[in-house]
């Protein structure tokens, strides 16, 4: 039967995480620098309070859920190319450590971001910034074919899951309430950060993009 596996904070940021990353990645270029900014520190906002969540989320929210050691993954895979899938309510061991990469990503790509407005100024800051942001791209794609992969074995829509926080599973299983209050607090923060950036509200973090990429296209007209 249908039970609750995801409680909207965690599908709140999920989804605020897919938008934030799209954003930043299309507008990583100098005309778009200070809306780069803002969607890159909405990525950084969002990790942190995915760690939070981590420890005080409900069940399967809850990293102590999906701690798994890396060979587990290995022997997850193997039970997909044996025909045998291991079923998990919550998310699957190999699933868990793309999780845990996109975290890390996540978090070192917006940090080296930051480093190249505010840093001491070193091209490889910027350099290794645009090398972390693709690598998440490559491991993006990786995790949305696992997701693909995932839904046809197990027959089971599994984004759609990720939309309305309903799994297939043993009614024990379920957890209770999906913390809605949360997770609009959630939304409401980011909506007040982005509309605070566009209304000019927020200089300390938009003029340091707008100066940057002013000087950058400047630096380009005299090459
Ligand atoms: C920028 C792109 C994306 C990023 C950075 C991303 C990141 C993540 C993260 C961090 C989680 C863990 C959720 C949590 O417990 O907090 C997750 C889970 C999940 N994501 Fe994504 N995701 C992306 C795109 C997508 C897309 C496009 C889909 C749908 C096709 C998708 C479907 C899912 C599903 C179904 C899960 C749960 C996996 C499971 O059952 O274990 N993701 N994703
Ligand atoms: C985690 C989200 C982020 C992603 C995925 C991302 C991705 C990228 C990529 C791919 C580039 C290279 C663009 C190119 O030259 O082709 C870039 C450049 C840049 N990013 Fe980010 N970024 C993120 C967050 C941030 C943050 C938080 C900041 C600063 C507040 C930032 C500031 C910059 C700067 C200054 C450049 C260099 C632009 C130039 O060429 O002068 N990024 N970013």
Do not use: C
Request: proline residues 4%; charged residues 15%; aromatic residues 12%.
């Amino acid at each position: 039967m249908k039970i609750l596996v995801w409680d909207l904070p965690t599908r709140a940021f999920h989804w605020l995480l897919v938008f934030s990353f799209a954003a930043a990645y299309i507008t990583s270029e100098d005309d778009w620098m200070v809306l780069h900014a803002v969607f890159g520190y909405t990525v950084l906002g969002l990790v942190a309070f995915r760690l939070l969540w981590g420890f005080a989320g409900t069940r399967y929210a809850r990293f102590a859920s999906f701690a798994y050691r890396p060979a587990r993954a290995l022997t997850y895979l193997g039970s997909l190319v044996a025909r045998q899938p291991e079923h998990h309510v919550g998310h699957n061991p190999a699933g868990s450590w793309a999780i845990y990469l996109l975290l890390a990503l996540g978090a070192l790509t917006g940090a080296l971001g930051w480093l190249s407005l505010e840093g001491p100024g070193w091209k490889w800051i910027e350099e290794l910034h645009q090398i972390t942001g693709n690598v998440m791209l490559a491991l993006v794609g990786l995790h949305i074919a696992g997701v693909v992969v995932g839904s046809l074995v197990h027959r089971e829509n599994l984004a759609r899951s990720m939309v309305d926080g309903y799994k297939e599973g043993a009614p024990e299983e379920g957890i209770r309430g999906s913390v809605w209050i949360v997770g609009a607090v959630l939304l409401a923060l980011v909506a007040g950060f982005w509309s605070a950036a566009w209304r000019g509200d927020l200089p300390a973090l938009t003029e340091p993009a707008a100066k940057h990429a002013a000087e950058h296209k400047h630096r380009h007209e005299h090459d």
